[in-house]
């Protein structure tokens, strides 16, 4: 099934979900392919076609509920087996495959503060007293007609430790983990991040995910340029 990556074929994950079979495989990010039947014949679905994105390993996937499906892997900071991070797995109309955060698992957070930025000329706007623990939620609107013209904003969350939007590429940075061919055609684009003092967890537009661990725990200082 798998022959033109590296490691692919370690961990696979098979199962079956609407009208395909799914096999999903490999060390870091899980490439997947599908198929009308069990055996194949496998085909590799349009890009992007990688489930959590970033430095997350061998992930696997179990039924939840009626007609969802819990993916889980874990990352490696600190040596084989980390911590654990789960998604929903999500099934669009013509068979591909997204994620987004398990509503059931979605912490509590204790406030909601919110800042509205709208034409400033401000470059850049601090978060005072950011927690080492936060929610983060960007809701972004622009002119898609102006992508090409756009300039990147990012959102830095601690020293040297960014998520970044690149209108020109199409495309969402969570430090190096680049999430591709990201559509940007609507005009808005959310944002949405878990961050502990190790891992950060990053969802756009409630159907992709990008995943970011480190060695250290790092102290969190919200500001957005």
């Excluded at 990556?5 to 495989?25: M, S």
């Excluded at 970033?54 to 900071?77: H, Q, S, Y």
């Excluded at 929903?88 to 509205?116: C, H, N, Y």
């Excluded at 690149?166 to 559509?183: G, I, M, Q, T």
Aim: glycine residues 6%.
């Amino acid at each position: 099934v798998y022959t033109h990556l590296p490691g692919e074929r370690e961990c696979p994950d098979w199962f079956k979900w609407g009208d395909y079979y799914y096999v999903i495989a490999n060390h870091v990010n899980g490439y997947y392919k599908r198929s009308r039947n069990p055996l194949g014949p496998w085909e590799l679905p349009p890009a992007p076609n990688t489930l959590m994105t970033g430095l997350v390993n061998v992930p696997k996937t179990a039924p939840f509920g009626d007609d969802r499906r819990i993916i889980c892997g874990w990352t490696r900071e600190r040596g084989f087996g980390g911590a654990a991070v789960f998604h929903e797995l999500i099934r669009f109309e013509d068979g591909t495959l997204g994620e987004r955060f398990v509503p059931e698992l979605e912490p509590k957070t204790e406030s909601e503060p919110s800042v509205f930025l709208k034409n400033r000329r401000d470059r850049e706007i601090y978060v005072d007293s950011t927690p080492e623990q936060f929610r983060l939620v960007a809701r972004l609107s622009y002119s898609p007609e102006k992508l090409d013209s756009l300039r990147d904003l990012t959102v830095c969350y601690a020293p040297n430790r960014q998520i970044r939007v690149s209108f020109c590429e199409r495309a969402v940075y969570l430090n190096d983990v680049k999430l591709e061919r990201v559509d940007l055609s609507s005009g808005r684009l959310e944002l949405d991040c878990y961050a502990t003092n190790v891992v950060v967890d990053l969802c756009v537009n409630g159907s992709r995910t990008a995943t970011y661990a480190s060695r250290e725990k790092e102290v969190r200082e919200v500001s957005v340029v």
